[in-house]
């Protein structure tokens, strides 16, 4: 139960912190237009691109998230992290079943939910819009990453530059993929980036839980 209650805060916490600079920017520019959450991006996911574009992407994607970038990180760096207290997997590690519900809430909202509405909602549709989809896609990507370099070092992980490198590697590349399919393949929808950005880290999530 305190992991259920402690994902819940986390959520609650998480949805008013990344939601609050794009419904203050909504609400001061474009509250006449549209809605906040149609505006975000929050409307039915319909395919554009081709059939086949979907299946290249589901086929990068599937590398991209089996590919086990742990195997570059110095053992002693990784036995450190996978202690750490201030990395907030660990506190479902070896719990089982247990680690499902609060999990749920966590990855889905609290990650999921939370930082699309930010990144994949907010930047990359005002990036798209004033530099091209092709830019605005990379530029949030890039920022996604190093918001994990950031929080890692405000959390007071001592982790080394070759870890915070390979950290803004993999979620900015997670955060490309994730804005290419909302942009390129669907029509704008935030929906799918939500669904695969939960899904992936409460996958991740049950395999330190189960572990």
Same mark, same amino acid.
């Given at each position: 139960?305190?992991?259920?209650?402690?994902s819940?805060?986390?959520?609650?916490?998480n949805?008013?912190?990344?939601?609050?600079?794009?419904?203050?920017?909504?609400?001061?520019?474009h509250?006449?237009?549209?809605g906040?959450?149609?505006?975000?991006g929050?409307?039915?996911?319909?395919?554009?691109?081709?059939?086949?574009?979907?299946v290249?992407?589901?086929?990068?994607?599937?590398?991209?998230?089996?590919?086990d970038?742990?195997?570059?990180?110095?053992?002693?760096?990784?036995e450190?992290?996978?202690?750490s207290?201030?990395?907030?997997?660990?506190?479902? /590690? %070896? =719990?089982?079943?247990?680690?499902? !519900?609060?999990? *749920?809430?966590? &990855?889905?909202i609290a990650?999921? +939910?939370?930082?699309?509405i930010?990144?994949?909602?907010?930047l990359?549709?005002?990036?798209c819009?004033?530099?091209?989809?092709? /830019? %605005? =896609?990379?530029?949030?990507a890039? !920022?996604?990453? *190093?918001?994990? &370099?950031?929080?890692?070092?405000? +959390?007071?992980?001592?982790?080394?530059?070759?870890?915070h490198?390979?950290t803004?590697?993999f979620?900015?590349?997670?955060?490309?993929?994730?804005?290419?399919?909302?942009?390129?393949i669907?029509?704008?929808?935030?929906?799918?980036?939500?669904?695969?950005?939960?899904?992936?880290?409460f996958?991740?999530?049950?395999?330190?839980?189960?572990?």
């Amino acid at each position: 139960m305190e992991l259920v209650v402690s994902s819940i805060t986390t959520a609650i916490v998480n949805l008013i912190v990344f939601s609050l600079i794009p419904f203050l920017w909504w609400l001061l520019r474009h509250r006449k237009e549209t809605g906040f959450f149609q505006w975000l991006g929050f409307y039915r996911p319909r395919l554009k691109s081709k059939w086949w574009v979907l299946v290249i992407f589901a086929v990068l994607y599937y590398f991209f998230y089996n590919f086990d970038f742990t195997q570059l990180i110095d053992p002693a760096t990784l036995e450190y992290v996978e202690n750490s207290d201030a990395v907030s997997a660990n506190a479902f /590690a %070896g =719990i089982g079943a247990a680690a499902i !519900l609060p999990a *749920l809430i966590q &990855n889905f909202i609290a990650n999921g +939910v939370a930082e699309e509405i930010l990144y994949r909602g907010f930047l990359c549709k005002r990036l798209c819009g004033k530099l091209g989809t092709a /830019a %605005g =896609i990379v530029l949030q990507a890039v !920022l996604f990453g *190093l918001m994990h &370099n950031v929080l890692y070092m405000l +959390v007071g992980l001592d982790v080394g530059l070759w870890y915070h490198i390979l950290t803004f590697i993999f979620t900015g590349m997670g955060a490309l993929l994730l804005g290419w399919l909302n942009e390129k393949i669907y029509n704008g929808s935030i929906i799918p980036s939500i669904v695969l950005h939960g899904a992936g880290n409460f996958i991740a999530t049950m395999l330190v839980a189960f572990s």
